[in-house]
């Protein structure tokens, strides 16, 4: 654990363990040291009192009297009288966490309990400038109400019972125990999703929320190409699931984007027809709302679909819509049907208390992981902190672009809420790749300034060791236009993808930082500099200039590799094939990039033509 802690990870705090090892792990890192004065636990004299805080664990009974938690029963008092109390114990220290105690769990929802609790914070500032509160497994809903009456230094939240890891509450830092939060309730949870934010673009009355205002559907192209940034990008036609739209309009502006961006769509898909045609048109997957039955979802591929479902929070585990309850548990709803849907999306319906029920979303993450099938939820996700928590969990967040947009939770802010790092300075190793051929450009650094300063000027922008931000070509002109940021599953690297321009990447004036590219990614580099600048003589150039004598070879090759005897004429062949083929897209100002995007739009078609030859190339062949 203090290992572990000298490598930036976990909350630096010390357990309630002997003087000797909160010494030793004091001296290893940890901020402080916490010793338990309830039971009479007297300030050792040997720690510094800057390093010291009273843990004073309490109840509150239904009648708004509190008490100490101790082992031997003890009277109940007033607020004041538990004030002169805690004073009393907590002389020597230089701050104050108290452990609240209630008979139910759902007696923190209680208004009386609640404002009780916000007038104790409230009066213990008088006798400590610094105040932890400690609420067991409290729902953030509550946690949220009592720091509207008093905002305490910092929540702690254990999830030793309901798996709840660190999440951010008004301002104030919920953290939990390393230990359970690395392994809560005993179970192991891996993140099995790559991308932590997926943001929502919700076509409704014909506009994009933004988080800037809002954008004319006509504008839905910009919007994709700024949130793309991150990944996947759901689009959800809303006016289409209100019945206001065909959403044929929104699908026309989409069909182009399909083929650039990985897209999901959903609102309004009723018919399987509907959901295969979209599929078809490239979507990466669809959202499945009310429809979503077994007849329907079968027919649909288990890897492309996503169904979506709502979880009303009074009743905890409920499958509803937006205005009606079914009585049904999500959890079963996931383990019936993962046999035939791969990814399930649970949005949160949250009539009272606001936030999420983490030990909800916990239950739903290990069903999921058990049914092979990933699980993103939606709803009132705020802070960093809630998505570093899901991601954890192995969930994905999806945020509307209406908050990802604004300042309250800027894109760059969500996106970073997940990176760890183990290096001393903070800065996370970033690989650099080529959009045009996937091939690594070089390894540099950024940290949370750079990132953000990144997707803001939409340029490979970095952090140099030695000379602080770093805008790639601002002072040799090879700049970089920023494609995608994404992560390693381990959340302690980035991947950049750029447009690379001007003579490259590296210092010395080449394209990479590992020497010279090969195969085709330097059959391409070649053929666009014939192309600029041809030498005399050049048979690539006569290509370029005879577009009839280019197409007979490509004819002749493509029969040569047809008609090849074996595998070493076969490569051979292919080869020449490869090479015209190369010239061919050049002349028309294709790269490697679009023909990449080409091949995965026409894996992601799910209605595949019968395939049989033109009938002019059968005639050849008899």
């Given at each position: 654990w203090v290992k572990d802690l000298e490598r930036g990870k976990g909350v630096k705090i010390g357990g309630r363990t002997e003087e000797k090892k909160q010494r030793c792990g004091l001296k290893k890192g940890v901020s402080h040291a916490i010793f338990d004065v309830t039971n009479d636990q007297k300030a050792p004299s040997s720690i510094p009192k800057g390093k010291l805080l009273a843990l004073v664990n309490l109840k509150l009974d239904v009648s708004n009297q509190w008490s100490l938690n101790t082992t031997e029963p003890s009277s109940a008092t007033s607020v004041d009288a538990t004030i002169e109390l805690i004073k009393t114990k907590t002389s020597g220290f230089s701050g104050v966490i108290l452990g609240l105690?209630?008979?139910?769990?759902?007696?923190?929802?209680k208004d009386n309990i609640i404002s009780s609790m916000g007038a104790l914070l409230n009066a213990a500032k008088e006798v400590s400038p610094s105040i932890w509160l400690l609420g067991g497994d409290m729902p953030l809903g509550a946690m949220i109400k009592v720091a509207e009456i008093s905002e305490p230094t910092h929540f702690i939240r254990y999830p030793l019972t309901n798996g709840a890891a660190p999440a951010k509450v008004k301002g104030t830092l919920l953290t939990a125990d390393y230990n359970t939060r690395v392994q809560p309730s005993g179970m192991q949870y891996n993140s099995t999703n790559l991308q932590c934010v997926v943001p929502a673009l919700e076509v409704q009355n014909g506009s994009v929320p933004t988080g800037k205002g809002t954008s004319s559907v006509t504008d839905l192209a910009a919007a994709v190409d700024t949130f793309s940034v991150v990944g996947e990008v759901?689009?959800?036609?809303v006016d289409t699931s209100l019945g206001t739209s065909d959403g044929m309009a929104t699908r026309e502006i989409l069909k182009p984007l399909f083929k650039?961006?990985?897209v999901r769509y959903g609102g309004g898909l009723r018919t399987v027809d509907d959901a295969m045609n979209v599929l078809n048109e490239g979507a990466a997957k669809v959202v499945i709302g009310s429809a979503g039955d077994r007849d329907f979802l079968s027919q649909l591929p288990r890897d492309r679909v996503i169904l979506s479902l709502d979880a009303i929070f009074a009743s905890d585990s409920d499958v509803g819509t937006w205005t009606t309850t079914s009585n049904f548990p999500i959890t079963k709803v996931i383990t019936d049907l993962c046999d035939i849907v791969g990814h399930f999306q649970i949005t949160f319906l949250e009539p009272s208390l606001p936030g999420l029920d983490l030990s909800l979303v916990m239950k739903l993450a290990a069903t999921c992981k058990a049914s092979k099938a990933a699980l993103t939820i939606a709803g009132p996700i705020r802070t960093p902190q809630e998505i570093a928590t899901l991601d954890e969990m192995g969930v994905e967040c999806l945020i509307s672009t209406s908050i990802l947009g604004s300042p309250a939770l800027p894109l760059p802010t969500a996106i970073t809420a997940v990176i760890k790092?183990?290096?001393?300075?903070?800065?996370?190793?970033?690989?650099?790749?080529d959009s045009s051929n996937g091939r690594a450009l070089g390894m540099c650094y950024s940290?949370?300034?750079?990132?953000?300063?990144a997707i803001k000027r939409k340029r490979g922008t970095y952090w140099s060791r030695s000379r602080g931000l770093w805008v790639k070509g601002e002072t040799s002109g090879d700049v970089q236009e920023l494609v995608q940021v994404a992560m390693d599953c381990d959340r302690d690297c980035l991947l950049f993808t750029v447009k690379q321009a001007g003579s490259g990447f590296c210092h010395r004036h080449q394209q990479t930082c590992f020497g010279p590219a090969t195969g085709f990614d330097k059959l391409m580099a070649t053929l666009q500099q014939r192309k600029a600048n041809a030498p005399q003589g050049s048979y690539t150039k006569r290509l370029f200039d005879d577009q009839a004598l280019l197409r007979a070879k490509l004819m002749e090759e493509a029969t040569e590799l047809a008609d090849s005897p074996n595998a070493e004429n076969c490569a051979f062949e292919a080869a020449d094939l490869i090479y015209f083929a190369f010239v061919r897209c050049v002349a028309m100002g294709v790269d490697m990039s679009e023909i990449q995007k080409n091949l995965d739009f026409k894996g992601r078609k799910v209605h595949r033509r019968p395939g049989h030859a033109k009938p002019q190339f059968m005639q050849n062949q008899s």
């Amino acid at each position: 654990w203090v290992k572990d802690l000298e490598r930036g990870k976990g909350v630096k705090i010390g357990g309630r363990t002997e003087e000797k090892k909160q010494r030793c792990g004091l001296k290893k890192g940890v901020s402080h040291a916490i010793f338990d004065v309830t039971n009479d636990q007297k300030a050792p004299s040997s720690i510094p009192k800057g390093k010291l805080l009273a843990l004073v664990n309490l109840k509150l009974d239904v009648s708004n009297q509190w008490s100490l938690n101790t082992t031997e029963p003890s009277s109940a008092t007033s607020v004041d009288a538990t004030i002169e109390l805690i004073k009393t114990k907590t002389s020597g220290f230089s701050g104050v966490i108290l452990g609240l105690e209630v008979a139910t769990k759902d007696d923190f929802a209680k208004d009386n309990i609640i404002s009780s609790m916000g007038a104790l914070l409230n009066a213990a500032k008088e006798v400590s400038p610094s105040i932890w509160l400690l609420g067991g497994d409290m729902p953030l809903g509550a946690m949220i109400k009592v720091a509207e009456i008093s905002e305490p230094t910092h929540f702690i939240r254990y999830p030793l019972t309901n798996g709840a890891a660190p999440a951010k509450v008004k301002g104030t830092l919920l953290t939990a125990d390393y230990n359970t939060r690395v392994q809560p309730s005993g179970m192991q949870y891996n993140s099995t999703n790559l991308q932590c934010v997926v943001p929502a673009l919700e076509v409704q009355n014909g506009s994009v929320p933004t988080g800037k205002g809002t954008s004319s559907v006509t504008d839905l192209a910009a919007a994709v190409d700024t949130f793309s940034v991150v990944g996947e990008v759901c689009v959800i036609d809303v006016d289409t699931s209100l019945g206001t739209s065909d959403g044929m309009a929104t699908r026309e502006i989409l069909k182009p984007l399909f083929k650039k961006y990985n897209v999901r769509y959903g609102g309004g898909l009723r018919t399987v027809d509907d959901a295969m045609n979209v599929l078809n048109e490239g979507a990466a997957k669809v959202v499945i709302g009310s429809a979503g039955d077994r007849d329907f979802l079968s027919q649909l591929p288990r890897d492309r679909v996503i169904l979506s479902l709502d979880a009303i929070f009074a009743s905890d585990s409920d499958v509803g819509t937006w205005t009606t309850t079914s009585n049904f548990p999500i959890t079963k709803v996931i383990t019936d049907l993962c046999d035939i849907v791969g990814h399930f999306q649970i949005t949160f319906l949250e009539p009272s208390l606001p936030g999420l029920d983490l030990s909800l979303v916990m239950k739903l993450a290990a069903t999921c992981k058990a049914s092979k099938a990933a699980l993103t939820i939606a709803g009132p996700i705020r802070t960093p902190q809630e998505i570093a928590t899901l991601d954890e969990m192995g969930v994905e967040c999806l945020i509307s672009t209406s908050i990802l947009g604004s300042p309250a939770l800027p894109l760059p802010t969500a996106i970073t809420a997940v990176i760890k790092t183990d290096r001393q300075d903070g800065l996370i190793p970033t690989v650099v790749v080529d959009s045009s051929n996937g091939r690594a450009l070089g390894m540099c650094y950024s940290n949370h300034e750079s990132i953000n300063e990144a997707i803001k000027r939409k340029r490979g922008t970095y952090w140099s060791r030695s000379r602080g931000l770093w805008v790639k070509g601002e002072t040799s002109g090879d700049v970089q236009e920023l494609v995608q940021v994404a992560m390693d599953c381990d959340r302690d690297c980035l991947l950049f993808t750029v447009k690379q321009a001007g003579s490259g990447f590296c210092h010395r004036h080449q394209q990479t930082c590992f020497g010279p590219a090969t195969g085709f990614d330097k059959l391409m580099a070649t053929l666009q500099q014939r192309k600029a600048n041809a030498p005399q003589g050049s048979y690539t150039k006569r290509l370029f200039d005879d577009q009839a004598l280019l197409r007979a070879k490509l004819m002749e090759e493509a029969t040569e590799l047809a008609d090849s005897p074996n595998a070493e004429n076969c490569a051979f062949e292919a080869a020449d094939l490869i090479y015209f083929a190369f010239v061919r897209c050049v002349a028309m100002g294709v790269d490697m990039s679009e023909i990449q995007k080409n091949l995965d739009f026409k894996g992601r078609k799910v209605h595949r033509r019968p395939g049989h030859a033109k009938p002019q190339f059968m005639q050849n062949q008899s």
